[in-house]
Nanobody, 114 residues
Framework: QVQVVESGGGLVRAGGSLRLSCAAS???????MAWWRQAPGKQREEVASIRTLGTTEYADSVKGRFTISRDNAKNMVYLQMVNLKPDDTAVYYC?????????WGKGTSVTVSS
């Protein structure tokens, strides 16, 4: 089992950038790590994921603007977000996936003003 804690959210103007961090309590080397988000009134959606060997996937809405990365030595996952848009406003969650097990953080809020 692993616990994850997100940080780095905040208020930013449209066009700005933020870097989210996810700190895990244990080794993440064999976990698929992902960032999800949930906007008010909407379902939670996967934004980006990164597999153990570094293969990444992104939601179409963030391709070219968001970059997910991981540092297995530090048990850290990051989400670099640039050219933010008001539609990116949401609570962002870090998740660790391994087989049937999913571990979630409590989220960090990102608000993008127009």
């Amino acid at each position: 089992q692993v616990q994850v804690v997100e940080s780095g959210g905040g208020l930013v103007r449209a066009g700005g950038s933020l870097r989210l961090s996810c700190a895990a309590s244990g080794s993440i080397f064999d976990y698929v790590m992902a960032w999800w988000r949930q906007a008010p009134g909407k379902q939670r959606e996967e934004v980006a994921s990164i597999r153990t060997l570094g293969t990444t996937e992104y939601a179409d809405s963030v391709k070219g603007r968001f970059t997910i990365s991981r540092d297995n030595a530090k048990n850290m996952v990051y989400l670099q977000m640039v050219n933010l848009k008001p539609d990116d406003t949401a609570v962002y969650y870090c998740a660790a996936h391994r087989g049937p097990n999913n571990y979630w953080g409590k989220g960090t809020s990102v608000t993008v003003s127009s």
